[in-house]
Structure formats: structure tokens, C-alpha cells
């Protein structure tokens, strides 16, 4: 009944909500920075629904460690669609997200991902791929944040999958700080569930301290490029026990 009742949220408020995406479309012509703002609290307050519906209780460990003063990259690992309902929500910033460009499969969904600044990646064409990161760092650098999953799909083992570069790269670009992201228990939402039923859960996010690879030569950039990975492993496995009910 969970599933049922939070599936039909879902489509009919992306149904709904169109005429708003409507009207935010036009503002943007006017003043693109009123209308992002509106769509950041449109999406926040959607994504919140969901995650009520669903059941899923949230911890944030960590947000001294995220400036209030500049836009920086979130980079995390990936367990399940509901990391974006749950980071999204955590953070008081607006956010955006890379994400594949299969999600524009979904009809209507990718329109809202537009209005708060999404961007899509094509990992089939390597020039498509590179405008798209192009793309991320000059959205961090217009002073919004965004978030990526380097690990570049939804993870079900219990190490990292290795990390890609590109993540990496548009933070070089952007010259922008760096925030690890250790997310654990949102697979327990869905995607650990026996037919992806939606079930109550426990979520925990941490936010880790900041990286800082501006200035840094090339080696020692890699070094600490190197090792965050490892602390988002580190972080998880710690807070993996509190996701247990």
C-alpha cells in the first residue's frame, strides 16, 4: 500500500505541477535567478513528500563542514534513486544534479530538473560528454552548487565502484571546494526490496570535510583526488549500523 500510495504521489504531482514549470519557464526570461529559487523550494518540497510517504527517517551528520559563503561540487556514492530525494533536502543550498541522459526517458520528470539546474550526461559520445562537464563547472561557477555520483551508477556491492574522472575534472574547472559525501540505508527505501516494494528505512548522510585541490600540482592534486574514495568508504561503514532499525 506504501508503494502504491507514494507511486501515485509521484506521478500525479509531476502531472500536476506542470502548469508551474510553466510559469517558471516564462519568470526565467524575466529574472532566471527568482525563478531557479522557486523551483529549488518547488522540488524540495516534493522530494519531502516523497520521502514522508515512503517513511524514511534521515540523519545528517557533518553540515558544519559545508560553506555557506560559496558554491562547491558534492561528490558521493551512489546506492539509490532516493540519494537525490535525501541529499537534496539536506542541504540549505540550491542544488543541482549530473545526471545520465537516459532519465529524459522519463516523460515530464527531466522538465523539473531543468528548472534547478540538472545537467545530463552522455557517456557514448566522449565530446558530448566533455561539453557536459564544461557545462557543470560554468553552473558551480555562476554560484550554484551541484552534486555528482562518480561512481557513475547505483551500487549494490559493498566496496566503491571505482570513481570517474570527469567528477574531478569539473571541480579543477570550476576551481571550486570539494565536499565527500558518505550515503548509506537508501537502497533500504527501494532498490533493496524485493520487487523495489518502498519500505520505512533509516538514512544517513554525512558531509566530510572539504577538499581543497586548488593550487596543487598535478601530483599531489591526484594524491588527494586519490584518496576520497576512501574516506566516503570509511564514513560509510561507520554509519552503516545506525541505518539498522
Do not use: W
Amino acid at each position: 500500500m506504501r508503494t502504491i500510495i507514494t507511486v501515485l504521489f509521484a506521478v500525479l504531482g509531476i502531472i500536476f505541477c506542470f502548469p508551474y514549470h510553466l510559469y517558471l519557464k516564462q519568470l526565467a526570461k524575466k529574472d532566471q535567478d527568482k525563478a531557479y529559487i522557486k523551483a529549488q523550494k518547488l522540488v524540495k518540497g516534493f522530494f519531502g513528500a516523497v520521502m514522508f510517504l515512503t517513511g524514511c527517517k534521515r540523519t545528517v551528520i557533518g553540515k558544519e563542514n559545508i560553506p555557506t559563503d560559496q558554491p562547491v561540487m558534492f561528490v558521493g556514492n551512489h546506492r539509490s534513486y532516493f540519494d537525490i530525494l535525501s541529499c537534496h533536502n539536506a542541504i540549505d543550498m540550491p542544488l543541482g544534479f549530473m545526471s545520465k541522459d537516459n532519465i529524459k526517458d522519463i516523460p515530464l520528470l527531466y522538465k523539473y530538473m531543468d528548472d534547478i539546474g540538472c545537467t545530463y550526461l552522455d557517456r557514448t559520445d566522449l565530446k558530448k560528454g566533455l561539453e557536459t562537464i564544461l557545462q557543470t563547472a560554468d553552473i558551480i561557477k555562476s554560484g550554484h552548487s551541484m552534486m555528482i555520483f562518480p561512481e557513475g551508477t547505483r551500487n549494490k556491492g559493498d566496496e566503491l565502484l571505482p570513481f570517474k574522472d570527469g567528477a574531478f575534472k569539473i571541480a579543477q574547472k570550476a576551481g571550486c571546494l570539494i565536499i565527500p559525501v558518505a550515503i548509506c540505508g537508501t537502497d533500504k527505501c527501494m532498490e533493496a526490496n524485493k520487487h523495489n516494494f518502498l519500505h520505512s528505512s533509516k538514512v544517513v548522510i554525512e558531509f566530510l570535510e572539504p577538499v581543497d585541490i586548488r593550487g596543487l600540482k598535478p601530483k599531489e592534486r591526484k594524491e588527494v583526488l586519490d584518496a576520497i574514495p576512501g574516506k566516503i568508504q570509511a564514513a560509510r561503514l561507520k554509519n552503516l549500523p545506525m541505518t539498522e532499525k
